[in-house]
């Protein structure tokens, strides 16, 4: 099997989960099985990956595989399924606060808060419980599947004190503990498992435990292990007991600064692995550049190999080309996050310039605002855009679920980030025509643009530069055109295909390490 | 079905757990079917009653009931062949004879009990966290089966426990949390039994239930013989009979009946909220007579013997002289008295030897007597003889001593009766009159002070004649008090 190491599958997708989805629908297409790894437990982890398109099939929680729960088909658990123990019982709905009151009829106590989920026909989300004297004993938790799966205990004082993990059918697998330290703080002290053959384990941390599972799904050797997380488990896969192969995938740029790959501190995420790296079987970088400045700095005897995090579907390819003087004339898109390492404010520095000699120039920005500092970067965004009267050429779109369409009437992508691990987006963009500026950004952009064939590539941090490049391809509507051609033509790179081939020759190689096929 | 209702089987125990024990096996032996009804756990128990000459099927314990293990028979568990202990990653490492560790790359992760009583087979198991608490700990059944988890909160105390099924499922979960300031058990709560749950705020509630699932099975009828499960008894529904049977002294003050019942007696007596005992019996007639002066109830309150005797040999007297105590060592018997009067016996008769057997009723008082023995330097006539169903000092006893106040029945004279040993005691209500009758089986002595009974001893020591008919005279009241004569009582308002 070839498992991919994550926390979870969550609705708030980070380029990582993004790029999980697409390699596993690749590795599906191909025949390939394959598993996403949840090591983190969440009541709603089967829902939000299936309806990322991940099926219980492709997901192996590792709380699940303790309780017995990877596979149990999922029914709709209301609190009318909810057995209090009390013969009768009487029942009020808070709607405001998305929950019930369940009281006993008997002597009017307070039996519990069933909290329901308004959005999925009010399933039971959670359940305070109540003992006779008007403590708040207990709150079970509930899977989105329909099944009571953790139960949090109270301490007289009202802090969570022991937690238990159940099987469906009730029975304790999973145990921590939250007790004081000799600073009175109260902190987790420890896990407690009991698994399927009868034997107890103890770990003091989750990722001993999550070390345990490793070894316990790789019991007969074999499998391939690909580590999008690295902090989930890069001392973990350097100790497995029995064989395997371990890939190492940087989904980010390895040091600390991109722009100075060789020399500044290693980027914290992957500092461990890095300094094991002779200990996996494989790294994994999305880019040549990021593969070769690996190699120049850390040398490593692990096998290096550049496989694209991003894949253009043969229906993207296969489409009808969008003409460039079918498209709205000198309309600019970005598609990122208005987050500082973005940079966004140098894009309508260089958009300013432009307009000045093409006034037909718009630049439409999409995506979340990033929250932090009170949207800081996004308030940035706006005075600069004051400042320099652009107001009418300037406009946040936010979200959309239907980039393609937007992507078929643009003509330049401008990127501007201070770092990038690959950059889906431009990929995208390429993929249906648009003609990428980019800064020279490691790692992603500029391997993704061609300068001078799908684009150009300017100075890091020179949006006059890029303001240049931009007016140069809006005035000349024949070079304009050739770009674009070039931008669909080197989105062949991304096919499914070619990706699909450079996997293959990763899975070769396991074969070879392993000296044998990888289980199935 | 007859149910007698208990709380627990110990090695040792008070009298009221043997009279039920003797109880049971006479109603079993002469086809009136029985079984012991149990409230508290105890994961020995199994042990324990065979201790006593009890089988399996003669006791229902309530978490074993609800464990489903009612029936489960004995099989050995060595620490070290536990399926839960992966000696791939641990190291068993034995320390002495009660505990070994478990220890990882050397550190110690947790720490295994021995079964009491046995050699290498599994007790408990605790599991520590990281900062060397103990986090968990199962306990293991006498018939080697994990029975118990417990956990526990922030600062050491209880947090819950779950009483397990065969398959490792819950079948009762007990809370622990605030009741005013102190953390206690507040909640018992019966997991998918017969396919739903069951909460109970205390373990009587539970009791309760528990009683009304055995009488609905099969009915019956219920005797009480403990005070705190009174309650439970009188709440099951639709009983043949609910009984409840006393077996000590229940007034206030045991010289003047009159003055009414103490607390703990007056729901055996008079019921509660409407809920009434069909019978309320007493070992003797006379503690009868006066309690139904008292009672409000409608209950009809009878009597019927707490037990039975085999009948041995009567004796004649020889020159060894042994006198013997056998019963609980504690204030409430004046043990001391019995010291006392042996010094004057002792100063007269100086071979004379004096045994006491039986458990001390504390700490404090087993030092008391023992440094009492030493002041009156009588170290080495005076012998404490543990508590042994098996080695009975009345064998060669020669006269039973006894210094209490006040006796429900006085199951320990009777015993001595059996085996032809006359007894001389202090003139204690419901013996006197009773089971002890003046110049028949043994005296009861007015002038209740350690003097007066020495000399009534030192008296009868004097007269061979006088012995011998004495004995005779226990022999016939052994015979009155046989297990025929038992079964005929107590037939009365069983059958």
Same mark, same amino acid.
């Given at each position: 099997?070839?498992?991919?190491?994550?926390?979870?599958?969550?609705?708030?997708?980070?380029?990582?989960?993004?790029?999980?989805?697409?390699?596993?629908?690749?590795?599906?297409?191909?025949?390939?099985?394959?598993?996403?790894?949840?090591?983190?437990?969440?009541?709603?982890?089967?829902?939000?990956?299936?309806?990322?398109?991940?099926?219980?099939?492709?997901?192996?929680?590792?709380?699940?595989?303790?309780?017995?729960?990877?596979?149990?088909?999922?029914?709709?658990?209301?609190?009318?399924?909810?057995?209090?123990?009390?013969?009768?019982?009487?029942?009020?709905?808070?709607?405001?606060?998305?929950?019930?009151?369940?009281?006993?009829?008997?002597?009017?106590?307070?039996?519990?808060?069933?909290?329901?989920?308004?959005?999925?026909?009010?399933?039971?989300?959670?359940?305070?419980?109540?003992?006779?004297?008007?403590?708040?004993?207990?709150?079970?938790?509930?899977?989105?599947?329909?099944?009571?799966?953790?139960?949090?205990?109270?301490?007289?004082?009202?802090?969570?004190?022991?937690?238990?993990?159940?099987?469906?059918?009730?029975?304790?697998?999973?145990?921590?503990?939250?007790?004081?330290?000799?600073?009175?703080?109260?902190?987790?002290?420890?896990?407690?498992?009991?698994?399927?053959?009868?034997?107890?384990?103890?770990?003091?941390?989750?990722?001993?435990?999550?070390?345990?599972?490793?070894?316990?799904?790789?019991?007969?050797?074999?499998?391939?292990?690909?580590?999008?997380?690295?902090?989930?488990?890069?001392?973990?896969?350097?100790?497995?007991?029995?064989?395997?192969?371990?890939?190492?995938?940087?989904?980010?740029?390895?040091?600390?600064?991109?722009?100075?790959?060789?020399?500044?501190?290693?980027?914290?995420?992957?500092?461990?692995?890095?300094?094991?790296?002779?200990?996996?079987?494989?790294?994994?970088?999305?880019?040549?550049?990021?593969?070769?400045?690996?190699?120049?700095?850390?040398?490593?005897?692990?096998?290096?190999?550049?496989?694209?995090?991003?894949?253009?579907?043969?229906?993207?390819?296969?489409?009808?080309?969008?003409?460039?003087?079918?498209?709205?004339?000198?309309?600019?898109?970005?598609?990122?996050?208005?987050?500082?390492?973005?940079?966004?404010?140098?894009?309508?520095?260089?958009?300013?310039?432009?307009?000045?000699?093409?006034?037909?120039?718009?630049?439409?920005?999409?995506?979340?605002?990033?929250?932090?500092?009170?949207?800081?970067?996004?308030?940035?965004?706006?005075?600069?855009?004051?400042?320099?009267?652009?107001?009418?050429?300037?406009?946040?779109?936010?979200?959309?679920?239907?980039?393609?369409?937007?992507?078929?009437?643009?003509?330049?992508?401008?990127?501007?980030?201070?770092?990038?691990?690959?950059?889906?987006?431009?990929?995208?963009?390429?993929?249906?025509? $648009?003609?990428?500026?980019?800064?020279?950004?490691?790692?992603?952009?500029?391997?993704?643009?061609?300068?001078?064939?799908?684009?150009?590539?300017?100075?890091?941090?020179?949006?006059?530069?890029?303001?240049?490049?931009?007016?140069?391809?809006?005035?000349?509507?024949?070079?304009?055109?050739?770009?674009?051609?070039?931008?669909?033509?080197?989105?062949?790179?991304?096919?499914?295909?070619?990706?699909?081939?450079?996997?293959?020759?990763?899975?070769?190689?396991?074969?070879?390490?392993?000296?044998?096929?990888?289980?199935? | 079905?007859?149910?007698?209702?208990?709380?627990?089987?110990?090695?040792?125990?008070?009298?009221?757990?043997?009279?039920?024990?003797?109880?049971?096996?006479?109603?079993?032996?002469?086809?009136?079917?029985?079984?012991?009804?149990?409230?508290?756990?105890?994961?020995?128990?199994?042990?324990?009653?065979?201790?006593?000459?009890?089988?399996?099927?003669?006791?229902?314990?309530?978490?074993?009931?609800?464990?489903?293990?009612?029936?489960?028979?004995?099989?050995?568990?060595?620490?070290?062949?536990?399926?839960?202990?992966?000696?791939?990653?641990?190291?068993?490492?034995?320390?002495?004879?009660?505990?070994?560790?478990?220890?990882?790359?050397?550190?110690?992760?947790?720490?295994?009990?021995?079964?009491?009583?046995?050699?290498?087979?599994?007790?408990?198991?605790?599991?520590?966290?990281?900062?060397?608490?103990?986090?968990?700990?199962?306990?293991?059944?006498?018939?080697?089966?994990?029975?118990?988890?417990?956990?526990?909160?922030?600062?050491?105390?209880?947090?819950?426990?779950?009483?397990?099924?065969?398959?490792?499922?819950?079948?009762?979960?007990?809370?622990?949390?605030?009741?005013?300031?102190?953390?206690?058990?507040?909640?018992?709560?019966?997991?998918?039994?017969?396919?739903?749950?069951?909460?109970?705020?205390?373990?009587?509630?539970?009791?309760?239930?528990?009683?009304?699932?055995?009488?609905?099975?099969?009915?019956?009828?219920?005797?009480?013989?403990?005070?705190?499960?009174?309650?439970?008894?009188?709440?099951?529904?639709?009983?043949?009979?609910?009984?409840?049977?006393?077996?000590?002294?229940?007034?206030?003050?045991?010289?003047?009946?009159?003055?009414?019942?103490?607390?703990?007696?007056?729901?055996?007596?008079?019921?509660?909220?409407?809920?009434?005992?069909?019978?309320?019996?007493?070992?003797?007639?006379?503690?009868?007579?006066?309690?139904?002066?008292?009672?409000?109830?409608?209950?009809?309150?009878?009597?019927?013997?707490?037990?039975?005797?085999?009948?041995?040999?009567?004796?004649?007297?020889?020159?060894?002289?042994?006198?013997?105590?056998?019963?609980?060592?504690?204030?409430?018997?004046?043990?001391?008295?019995?010291?006392?009067?042996?010094?004057?016996?002792?100063?007269?008769?100086?071979?004379?030897?004096?045994?006491?057997?039986?458990?001390?009723?504390?700490?404090?008082?087993?030092?008391?007597?023992?440094?009492?023995?030493?002041?009156?330097?009588?170290?080495?006539?005076?012998?404490?003889?543990?508590?042994?169903?098996?080695?009975? $000092?009345?064998?060669?006893?020669?006269?039973?001593?006894?210094?209490?106040?006040?006796?429900?029945?006085?199951?320990?004279?009777?015993?001595?009766?059996?085996?032809?040993?006359?007894?001389?005691?202090?003139?204690?209500?419901?013996?006197?009159?009773?089971?002890?009758?003046?110049?028949?089986?043994?005296?009861?002595?007015?002038?209740?002070?350690?003097?007066?009974?020495?000399?009534?001893?030192?008296?009868?020591?004097?007269?061979?004649?006088?012995?011998?008919?004495?004995?005779?005279?226990?022999?016939?009241?052994?015979?009155?008090?046989?297990?025929?004569?038992?079964?005929?009582?107590?037939?009365?308002?069983?059958?």
């Amino acid at each position: 099997m070839i498992y991919f190491i994550n926390f979870g599958m969550p609705d708030h997708k980070s380029g990582i989960e993004h790029a999980e989805i697409k390699r596993l629908n690749l590795f599906k297409n191909h025949n390939q099985p394959a598993k996403v790894i949840a090591r983190d437990w969440n009541r709603t982890l089967h829902q939000t990956a299936n309806a990322s398109g991940v099926d219980d099939d492709s997901l192996l929680g590792m709380f699940d595989y303790f309780q017995d729960a990877t596979k149990v088909s999922a029914k709709n658990l209301t609190v009318d399924d909810l057995d209090f123990g009390v013969v009768n019982t009487n029942r009020e709905d808070e709607t405001d606060k998305n929950r019930y009151l369940v009281t006993n009829a008997a002597n009017g106590k307070l039996v519990a808060r069933v909290n329901y989920d308004p959005v999925h026909d009010r399933q039971v989300v959670s359940t305070e419980l109540f003992d006779e004297y008007g403590n708040l004993y207990r709150v079970d938790h509930y899977d989105s599947r329909g099944f009571r799966s953790l139960v949090q205990w109270y301490t007289p004082d009202n802090k969570i004190g022991n937690e238990e993990w159940l099987t469906p059918d009730g029975r304790t697998v999973v145990r921590t503990f939250n007790k004081f330290d000799i600073h009175h703080k109260l902190v987790k002290t420890g896990w407690w498992l009991q698994e399927k053959n009868g034997e107890i384990h103890t770990f003091d941390t989750i990722d001993e435990l999550f070390e345990h599972f490793l070894n316990r799904i790789n019991e007969k050797g074999n499998n391939i292990f690909i580590l999008d997380r690295s902090l989930l488990a890069d001392g973990a896969l350097t100790r497995l007991k029995k064989p395997a192969y371990t890939v190492m995938h940087l989904h980010n740029s390895q040091a600390g600064d991109a722009q100075d790959p060789l020399h500044s501190i290693v980027n914290n995420n992957y500092e461990y692995a890095l300094a094991n790296l002779d200990r996996y079987s494989s790294v994994v970088s999305a880019t040549q550049r990021q593969t070769n400045d690996v190699i120049e700095r850390f040398k490593p005897k692990a096998k290096m190999f550049t496989i694209p995090v991003g894949i253009v579907d043969n229906e993207t390819l296969n489409e009808d080309h969008v003409a460039m003087d079918k498209r709205t004339f000198g309309k600019v898109i970005a598609v990122a996050r208005i987050a500082y390492e973005k940079r966004l404010d140098d894009l309508v520095r260089a958009v300013k310039i432009v307009h000045d000699q093409v006034p037909e120039v718009t630049l439409d920005l999409y995506g979340y605002a990033d929250s932090s500092n009170n949207y800081g970067e996004k308030r940035k965004i706006e005075k600069l855009i004051k400042e320099l009267n652009l107001e009418d050429v300037v406009t946040f779109k936010g979200y959309t679920n239907d980039i393609a369409k937007v992507e078929k009437d643009a003509q330049v992508f401008g990127l501007t980030s201070r770092m990038e691990g690959f950059n889906l987006a431009v990929m995208e963009a390429l993929s249906h025509g $648009v003609i990428g500026v980019t800064y020279d950004v490691n790692y992603g952009p500029n391997d993704i643009v061609v300068d001078g064939k799908n684009g150009y590539i300017v100075d890091f941090g020179d949006y006059k530069a890029l303001a240049e490049k931009m007016l140069k391809i809006f005035k000349d509507k024949k070079l304009m055109q050739e770009l674009s051609d070039g931008s669909y033509e080197t989105s062949e790179r991304f096919s499914d295909e070619n990706v699909w081939n450079a996997w293959q020759d990763l899975i070769k190689d396991a074969e070879k390490t392993l000296g044998g096929a990888v289980r199935k | 079905m007859i149910y007698l209702v208990g709380e627990n089987v110990f090695t040792f125990n008070s009298g009221t757990e043997f009279s039920q024990f003797e109880r049971l096996n006479a109603f079993n032996n002469n086809d009136k079917r029985a079984v012991l009804l149990l409230r508290n756990y105890n994961r020995m128990l199994s042990n324990e009653i065979k201790k006593h000459g009890l089988r399996q099927k003669d006791v229902i314990n309530m978490y074993d009931y609800f464990q489903g293990t009612v029936k489960t028979r004995r099989k050995e568990q060595s620490l070290r062949l536990l399926d839960s202990i992966p000696l791939t990653d641990y190291h068993i490492v034995g320390v002495d004879n009660n505990y070994s560790n478990i220890e990882y790359k050397g550190k110690k992760i947790g720490e295994i009990r021995v079964m009491p009583a046995t050699v290498g087979l599994v007790g408990s198991i605790e599991y520590y966290d990281s900062l060397g608490q103990t986090a968990v700990k199962e306990y293991w059944d006498w018939r080697g089966f994990k029975s118990m988890v417990e956990t526990y909160h922030p600062d050491g105390s209880v947090a819950m426990q779950q009483y397990l099924r065969q398959d490792g499922s819950p079948a009762i979960e007990v809370t622990h949390m605030y009741i005013g300031d102190k953390v206690l058990p507040t909640m018992w709560k019966l997991i998918n039994y017969k396919g739903r749950d069951w909460q109970f705020r205390t373990e009587d509630q539970l009791f309760t239930f528990f009683l009304n699932e055995i009488n609905n099975q099969e009915p019956g009828t219920f005797i009480s013989d403990r005070r705190t499960l009174d309650s439970s008894v009188l709440n099951v529904e639709n009983a043949d009979k609910k009984i409840s049977y006393l077996h000590s002294v229940p007034f206030k003050d045991y010289n003047r009946p009159q003055q009414g019942l103490m607390d703990v007696y007056e729901r055996a007596v008079n019921g509660e909220n409407g809920k009434e005992f069909d019978y309320v019996i007493l070992p003797t007639q006379d503690q009868a007579d006066e309690v139904a002066k008292l009672t409000t109830a409608q209950s009809q309150v009878v009597s019927a013997p707490d037990s039975y005797v085999k009948t041995g040999k009567a004796k004649e007297l020889s020159q060894e002289i042994n006198l013997v105590y056998v019963g609980r060592l504690a204030v409430e018997k004046h043990t001391d008295d019995v010291i006392k009067a042996f010094k004057h016996i002792s100063n007269k008769l100086p071979e004379a030897k004096l045994k006491l057997q039986g458990y001390f009723g504390s700490g404090e008082y087993e030092k008391e007597l023992k440094d009492l023995v030493k002041k009156l330097d009588l170290t080495d006539k005076v012998e404490f003889v543990a508590y042994d169903p098996a080695k009975q $000092v009345l064998q060669d006893g020669t006269l039973f001593l006894n210094a209490s106040r006040s006796e429900g029945f006085g199951m320990n004279m009777l015993e001595a009766l059996a085996s032809g040993i006359p007894v001389v005691t202090y003139a204690a209500n419901y013996t006197r009159n009773n089971l002890v009758k003046d110049g028949v089986n043994g005296f009861n002595v007015v002038k209740t002070t350690p003097v007066g009974l020495a000399n009534k001893v030192l008296e009868l020591l004097g007269d061979s004649k006088e012995y011998a008919s004495l004995s005779q005279g226990a022999i016939q009241t052994a015979k009155e008090n046989s297990e025929a004569n038992f079964m005929k009582q107590w037939n009365k308002f069983i059958d």
